[in-house]
């Protein structure tokens, strides 16, 4: 092959996990290896999830022993968690060494990794302190590791998901964390870059999937793979879109009497919608920075219902002006009663938009199901039906 092993490594971390593991079938493993060691940890699991099962036995055998026990290990935590980016430890050292014993095996240790803390650790590989090189560097060569060392260690633990792991990392702006199971054993490390990287791919992935674009559709996709993976939802977006448009058959007899009703109708649509996708940013936004403890939903939901209710007057109240204007401009009999059938359907719109906006997600979540996963199709749908149904409706009831 062509590709030097920095490009394989750029090609991989630009391509979908499917795809780099396809074209990690047409490199050495030796090649293979070496690339995945370089690109984020998460993105090097995803791709040895999708690499069939004699080439990832094959690259396993041809990485660094302890970086294949690494990332067998990680498999068993979530794709979202802290355990999918772990790295070996490898400066890791008993309490009783001394500076001058731990300095020499340092020497060679870091020929073959980037060190930035050492690691004390038990008999049971319990964590017990870290170690800083300065502290080493200026320390008198016969003192214990266990007099030199930072007894209060923060870790995080392998099953946190990111967006927890994040929170709990933000102000703390260290380079390396370990992660510790339960017992405080030491399990690996997570550099703090490589957690905010792995959370930034996933947020990137939010706005696709809201709509029905995949998170692992990426720009070299080739197009028959795209078609296969967006094409479902728009077919699912055809059929709630027949819905809405069924909801305004039900009404063709109110159309045909009042014409100046069909003119409104992509007013109502589109801002009912504005006012859903609204609340639903704010509610993926707090899901996705875990603002949203359980039990704080219904707080949630009722905030983004006022803010419907008070969205809905005040766009309600020009849209109306501007229905009984234009009726009134056509000579309609009835402009005053139209423009508080807009006025009306607009605050009640918006109301249940806000409401489906909060409660889509939040109702996604609860069946374990991704919340940006085609929140918008449902969203849209919702939307639509509510506010031409209200909007029609209350012209029916009011007007004929």
């Known amino acids: 092959m062509t590709e030097t092993p920095d490009s394989l490594q750029d090609a991989l971390a630009r391509r979908a996990p499917h795809e780099a593991a396809a074209m990690l079938q047409d490199h050495s493993d030796e090649d293979g290896a070496k690339a995945l060691q370089a690109v984020n940890p998460m993105i090097a699991q995803q791709i040895l999830a999708e690499l069939d099962d004699q080439k990832r036995c094959s690259i396993l055998a041809a990485s660094p022993i302890e970086k294949a026990h690494q990332w067998m290990h990680n498999q068993q935590y979530p794709e979202d968690s802290v355990g999918w980016l772990m790295e070996p430890p490898v400066a890791v050292f008993r309490p009783q060494m001394t500076i001058r014993e731990t300095i020499d095996a340092l020497r060679v240790l870091t020929k073959k990794a980037f060190i930035t803390y050492g690691y004390v650790t038990d008999d049971n590989n319990r964590l017990i302190g870290v170690l800083v090189m300065r502290d080493l560097m200026l ?3 016969d003192k214990l590791l266990k ?15 990111l967006t927890e792991a994040m929170k709990a990392t933000v102000n703390r702006h260290f380079p390396v964390y370990p992660v510790c199971d339960h017992e405080h054993r030491l399990l690996g490390l997570v550099r703090g870059q490589t957690l905010f990287e792995a959370r930034a791919i996933e947020i990137s992935a939010q706005a696709g999937t809201m709509v029905g674009v995949e998170k692992e559709e990426r720009l070299t996709t080739p197009v028959g793979r795209s078609l296969k993976l967006r ?13 809405a448009a069924g909801v305004v ?11 100046l009703l069909a003119v409104f109708l992509p007013v109502m649509a589109g801002q009912s919608g504005n006012a859903g996708f609204q609340a639903l940013a704010v509610a993926l936004r707090g899901i996705t920075l875990g603002d949203i403890p359980p039990g704080q ?30 009726a009134a401009w056509m000579g309609h009999a009835q402009s005053m009663m139209l423009g508080v059938v807009v006025f009306a359907a607009m605050v009640a719109s918006c109301i249940i938009s806000g409401f489906c906006g909060a409660l889509i997600p939040l109702i996604l979540r609860r069946f374990g199901t991704d919340p940006a996963t085609a ?5 849209t749908t919702a939307t639509d039906i509510v506010s031409m149904g209200i909007f029609l409706g209350l012209a029916r009831w009011l007007i004929l």
Request: proline content about 5%; glycine content about 12%.
């Open 139 to 141: 320390g008198e060569p």
């Open 249 to 259: 058959g039900m009404f063709q007899d109110t159309l045909d009497k009042v014409l």
């Open 231 to 243: 094409h479902p939802w728009l077919q699912v977006n055809l059929i709630t879109a027949f819905a």
């Open 375 to 379: 929140s918008g199709i449902f969203l």
């Open 147 to 161: 007099d030199v060392m930072w007894p209060n260690v923060f870790s995080l633990r392998p099953d946190m998901a």
């Open 297 to 326: 939903e219904r707080r949630l939901v009722m905030k983004e219902g006022l803010l419907g209710f008070l969205n809905g007057v005040l766009v309600g109240l020009t849209a109306g002006l501007g229905m009984w204007a234009y």
